[in-house]
């Protein structure tokens, strides 16, 4: 059976590049067009194309995307393979092939697309079988985006032989072509020998899929640092945004709504980014960032109002540092300012104490309980 040779060719979009063997190769040792034709459809589960949205892709952990079969959301991370992908390590193998990938449709889109081998040991579904070995996969990254259409994503993996290479049926499957080892094939007819692949044969594996981040229309609550999800609010109604991690609510934008509501991406960030320019500057205290991710616009024609609750509290929900003490600070353009003066600190409904500040564009706030140096705004 020659379906490992055929797994190699199978999205080749040129048949030009000749295979080679050692003297005079048998009549079966060459594939038919007939034979690479019929495996074409294999390697891609029977698209001739390695459909991103319907390969059943998984994420780091092997398990399965759940809404595959629709569009992924432009914050993902997920690895696609097929069955004769995953069990071939010498896609892999840096010594035998170059590996690059050629992004066509929205380019920019991708951040990474890489090819790996790994263990995922919670692959279900089709997959299962593979859940304890090591196998081979595409891994996909995308640039997360704030809008709510639909873009394809396409490009083509491509593996260039750098030595010629033996191709076997068995489990052998890949190995340098040495002088020795042909001679050796020469000598054994049952060694599962299928042929030479050349040195700069290039195999290119055609991908696509579609991306549209997740639109939800009213109240919602986001998960800190979930991205790929796009909020709009109701027309002529009151909607509410939260956010909040595994412990404590993080955030709340109250939005009147009007005729001409529009949508906004809802992503929220506590983490510090070690190269921003005002990250040093509160190195020395106990500092919190709240980063609204591309810094949204409002929807809305009035301010919304922009409740974050005071991260200076303790399990007994005690203010550990003194409410005159604590300065809230605004990032806008890579400006630091302080706009402790333009909100106010009140208490919430649940008790909590807040800052609430009105607002048509979320920012980068945060909390310091020393003042700092701001720098001078550049002319």
């Given at each position: 059976?020659?379906?490992?040779?055929?797994?190699?060719?199978?999205?080749?979009?040129?048949?030009?590049?000749?295979?080679?063997?050692?003297?005079?190769?048998?009549?079966?040792?060459?594939?038919?067009?007939?034979?690479?034709?019929?495996?074409?459809?294999?390697?891609?589960?029977?698209?001739?194309?390695?459909?991103?949205?319907?390969?059943?892709p998984?994420?780091?952990?092997?398990?399965e995307?759940?809404?595959?079969?629709?569009?992924f959301?432009?914050?993902?991370?997920?690895?696609?393979?097929?069955?004769?992908?995953?069990?071939?390590?010498?896609?892999n193998?840096?010594?035998?092939?170059?590996?690059?990938?050629?992004?066509?449709?929205?380019?920019?889109?991708?951040?990474?697309?890489?090819?790996?081998?790994?263990?995922?040991?919670?692959?279900?579904?089709i997959?299962?079988?593979?859940?304890?070995?090591?196998?081979?996969?595409?891994?996909?990254i995308?640039?997360?985006?704030?809008?709510?259409?639909?873009?394809?994503?396409?490009?083509?993996?491509?593996?260039?032989?750098?030595?010629?290479?033996v191709?076997f049926?068995?489990?052998?499957?890949?190995?340098?072509?040495?002088?020795?080892?042909?001679?050796?094939?020469?000598?054994?007819?049952?060694?599962?020998y299928?042929?030479?692949?050349?040195?700069?044969?290039?195999?290119?594996?055609?991908?696509?899929?579609?991306?549209?981040?997740?639109?939800?229309?009213a109240?919602?609550?986001?998960?800190?640092?979930?991205?790929?999800?796009?909020?709009?609010?109701?027309?002529?109604?009151?909607?509410?945004?939260?956010?909040?991690?595994?412990?404590?609510?993080?955030?709340?934008?109250?939005?009147?709504?009007?005729?001409?509501?529009?949508?906004?991406?809802?992503?929220?960030?506590?983490?510090?980014?070690?190269?921003?320019?005002?990250?040093?500057?509160?190195?020395?205290?106990?500092?919190?960032?709240?980063?609204f991710?591309?810094?949204?616009?409002?929807?809305?024609?009035?301010?919304?109002?922009?409740?974050?609750?005071?991260?200076?509290?303790?399990?007994d929900?005690?203010?550990?540092?003194?409410?005159?003490d604590?300065?809230?600070?605004?990032?806008?353009?890579?400006?630091?300012?302080?706009?402790?003066?333009?909100?106010?600190?009140?208490?919430?409904?649940d008790?909590?104490?807040?800052?609430?500040?009105?607002?048509?564009?979320?920012?980068?706030?945060?909390?310091?309980?020393?003042?700092?140096?701001?720098?001078?705004?550049?002319?």
């Amino acid at each position: 059976m020659k379906r490992v040779l055929a797994m190699i060719l199978a999205a080749a979009l040129s048949l030009s590049v000749g295979i080679t063997a050692f003297a005079a190769p048998e009549e079966g040792d060459y594939m038919t067009e007939k034979e690479i034709a019929e495996t074409i459809g294999k390697i891609t589960m029977g698209k001739g194309v390695l459909e991103l949205n319907a390969a059943h892709p998984f994420d780091a952990d092997g398990k399965e995307i759940s809404d595959a079969t629709s569009d992924f959301r432009s914050d993902e991370d997920f690895y696609v393979t097929s069955p004769y992908l995953a069990k071939n390590p010498v896609f892999n193998d840096r010594d035998l092939f170059k590996v690059k990938f050629d992004k066509d449709d929205n380019a920019n889109r991708f951040r990474y697309v890489l090819i790996v081998e790994k263990k995922f040991p919670e692959l279900s579904g089709i997959w299962e079988p593979y859940k304890n070995e090591r196998i081979v996969a595409f891994r996909f990254i995308l640039n997360e985006t704030p809008s709510d259409e639909e873009f394809k994503i396409s490009g083509t993996a491509i593996f260039t032989a750098k030595k010629d290479i033996v191709a076997f049926d068995s489990h052998k499957r890949f190995e340098e072509a040495t002088d020795a080892l042909l001679a050796e094939l020469k000598a054994d007819g049952t060694s599962g020998y299928v042929g030479v692949i050349k040195k700069g044969t290039k195999i290119e594996i055609p991908v696509e899929g579609f991306v549209q981040n997740t639109k939800y229309d009213a109240d919602y609550t986001a998960t800190a640092g979930d991205g790929g999800i796009v909020v709009k609010p109701l027309k002529n109604e009151d909607s509410e945004i939260t956010w909040e991690d595994a412990n404590d609510t993080l955030a709340k934008l109250s939005v009147s709504g009007d005729n001409d509501t529009s949508k906004m991406a809802v992503k929220l960030s506590t983490k510090w980014y070690p190269t921003a320019p005002y990250t040093p500057l509160f190195a020395n205290q106990d500092a919190f960032i709240r980063n609204f991710w591309h810094n949204p616009e409002i929807p809305s024609t009035s301010r919304a109002t922009l409740e974050l609750p005071v991260p200076y509290v303790d399990e007994d929900g005690e203010l550990t540092v003194e409410e005159d003490d604590i300065i809230v600070y605004d990032v806008s353009s890579g400006q630091l300012a302080d706009i402790t003066s333009k909100g106010k600190f009140v208490t919430n409904d649940d008790d909590e104490l807040v800052f609430s500040l009105k607002t048509r564009q979320l920012g980068t706030y945060i909390f310091a309980s020393e003042p700092i140096a701001v720098p001078a705004k550049a002319e």
